[in-house]
C-alpha cells in the first residue's frame, strides 16, 4: 500500500457508458486550466467519449454549487465534477467560501441522486495550488486525474438515484 494518497482501483475503469460534466470557476485560470485538462485527459483514456464530456463555466468556485446542481438535474448526466482553487487571502473569504462549498456540494449529491464530484482545491499558498494542478515537475501530480477516475468509479458503482 502506498504510505499516503490514494490505493489502487479496485476494479478496472469504464466511462464508455457515462456522460460526465465538469463545471469549473474562471479563479485562478492557471490552475484551473491545469486541472480541468488533466481531468479530460483522463475521462478519455477511461473510455468516456469526448461527445459525453460537458463542460461549464461559473465566475467563482463560490458559484460552483449552483452550476453543479443545474448539470446534475439533466437526467442524461451521470456524474458532475466540480473545480475550483480557492487560494487563502488576507481576509475570511477563504473559510466561508470553502466550508459553504463543501458543506453545499455534500447536499447536492443527496438530493439530486448523483455523484458531485469535490474537485476544490483549498490552498494556502499559489505554490501548493501549483504542486496540486501539477504545474511544478516531480513535486505532486495534477489533482484533476484523481477527479476523474472517482466521477467515473462512482457514476459506474452507485450510478442515478442512490
Ligand atoms: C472573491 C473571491 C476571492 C477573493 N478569491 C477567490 C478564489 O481564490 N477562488 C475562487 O474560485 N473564487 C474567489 N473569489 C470569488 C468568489 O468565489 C465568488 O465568485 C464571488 O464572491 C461572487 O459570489
Given at each position: 500500500m502506498a504510505a499516503s494518497g490514494r490505493a489502487k482501483q479496485d476494479q478496472q475503469l469504464d466511462g464508455s457508458k457515462l456522460k460526465i460534466a465538469i463545471v469549473h470557476a474562471r479563479w485562478n485560470e492557471e490552475i484551473i486550466d491545469a486541472l480541468v485538462d488533466g481531468c479530460v485527459k483522463r475521462l478519455l483514456s477511461v473510455g468516456v467519449k469526448k461527445e459525453n464530456i460537458v463542460i461549464e463555466t461559473v465566475p467563482?468556485?463560490?458559484e460552483l454549487p449552483v452550476g453543479a446542481a443545474a448539470l446534475a438535474s439533466?437526467?442524461?448526466?451521470d456524474a458532475v465534477i466540480a473545480v475550483g482553487c480557492l487560494i487563502k487571502g488576507s481576509t475570511m473569504h477563504f473559510e466561508y467560501i470553502s466550508e459553504a462549498v463543501s458543506n453545499k456540494i455534500m447536499d447536492i449529491q443527496f438530493k439530486v441522486g448523483k455523484p458531485i464530484i469535490f474537485g476544490l482545491l483549498t490552498c494556502l499558498t499559489l505554490e501548493q495550488a501549483k504542486a496540486r494542478a501539477g504545474?511544478?515537475?516531480?513535486?505532486?501530480?495534477?489533482?484533476g486525474v484523481d477527479w476523474a477516475d472517482c466521477a467515473v468509479e462512482m457514476a459506474s458503482k452507485y450510478g442515478a438515484d442512490f
Open positions: 467563482g468556485s463560490y439533466d437526467v442524461s448526466i504545474l511544478i515537475p516531480g513535486v505532486m501530480h495534477n489533482h
